[in-house]
C-alpha cells in the first residue's frame, strides 16, 4: 500500500537530523547526568518530582522516535487517505514543528540535569506558544481527514463546516498561543493557571461549538432551498 503522505530523503531529512540529534544528546546526558535529575517542574518554575538518569537521558528520545514512526504511517490507516495528497507539504512541517518543540524541551531538561541554570517556567510556555502560533499557520491548509485537524461530527460532515471550522482555527490558535506565552510575564500560579484555562477552552470548546453552530446554519439554508 502506497503511503499517501509519499515520504522521502526530501520530507524526512530535517526530521532523521533531529531524531539522530536527540540520539546522540542522549547518550551524552546519560554518560554525565548524576544518578538523580529533575523530571518535572510545577507553575513556579520548581522542581516536583525526580527521575533515574537513564529515565532522563531516554524517555524524550524514545518518545520523539515513537511520535515519528506514528506520524509516518499513520496516514495509511485513514479511510480519506486521498486528502492528504492536498496538504502534503504542511503535513510534513506539521510532524517537524512537533518533533522540533520534543527535541527542545529534551534540550532544556537536559541541561539542567547536568546543573546548569535554566529558566523552566520561562522557556517552556514560550515553546509552547510558538508550537500553538506554527501549527495554527498550517490549520487553513489541512484538509478533511480523519486524524488531523479539528476533527468533529460537523467538520466531518461536510467539506464547508471544514474549511471554515479550520480558517477560524488558524486565528483562534494564535492568540491561544500568545495566552500560553503571555503566562511568563507574571509570577504566581494563578495567572498562569487562569491564562491556561482560558486558551485551551477557547481550542478546546469553542472551535467545536463554532462548527456546530456553522453545520446547523449550513443545515438551515440548505433546507430552505
Avoid at 531529512?13 to 531524531?19: A, K, N, Q, T, Y
Avoid at 523530571?39 to 522542581?47: K, L, R, T, Y
Avoid at 514512526?69 to 485513514?78: E, G, K, R, S, V
Avoid at 464547508?160 to 503566562?183: D, E, P, R
Wanted: hydrophobic share 55%; with cysteine; proline share 5%.
Amino acid at each position: 500500500m502506497l503511503n499517501p503522505i509519499k515520504p522521502s530523503c526530501k520530507t524526512e531529512w530535517r526530521s532523521v537530523l533531529m531524531i539522530l540529534a536527540a540520539v546522540a544528546l542522549s547518550i551524552y546526558f546519560y554518560n554525565n547526568f548524576p544518578e538523580q535529575v529533575p523530571i518535572h517542574w510545577n507553575f513556579q518554575g520548581d522542581v516536583d518530582n525526580y527521575g533515574s538518569a537513564a529515565f532522563g537521558a531516554f524517555f524524550l528520545p524514545a518518545l520523539i522516535i515513537l511520535l515519528y514512526i506514528f506520524f509516518l504511517f499513520l496516514p495509511i490507516l485513514d479511510p480519506r487517505q486521498e486528502r492528504y495528497g492536498e496538504f502534503i507539504s504542511s503535513y510534513h512541517l506539521m510532524k517537524d514543528i512537533i518533533i522540533f518543540s520534543l527535541l527542545f524541551i529534551f534540550i532544556l531538561v537536559g541541561l539542567v540535569g547536568l546543573g546548569y541554570s535554566v529558566d523552566i517556567s520561562f522557556w517552556v510556555p514560550i515553546m509552547i506558544g510558538g508550537l500553538f502560533v506554527a501549527i495554527g499557520s498550517i490549520m487553513r491548509q489541512v484538509k478533511s481527514n480523519w486524524f488531523m485537524g479539528i476533527r468533529t461530527p460537523w467538520t466531518l460532515s461536510s467539506e464547508t463546516v471544514w474549511q471554515k471550522t479550520h480558517q477560524l482555527a488558524s486565528k483562534v490558535m494564535a492568540i491561544s498561543g500568545l495566552l500560553i506565552a503571555a503566562t511568563v510575564l507574571k509570577p504566581g500560579a494563578g495567572f498562569k493557571i487562569a491564562l491556561l484555562v482560558i486558551a485551551i477552552s477557547i481550542v478546546a470548546i469553542g472551535l467545536p461549538l463554532y462548527s456546530y453552530i456553522i453545520f446547523h446554519q449550513e443545515k438551515k439554508v440548505s433546507s430552505n432551498k
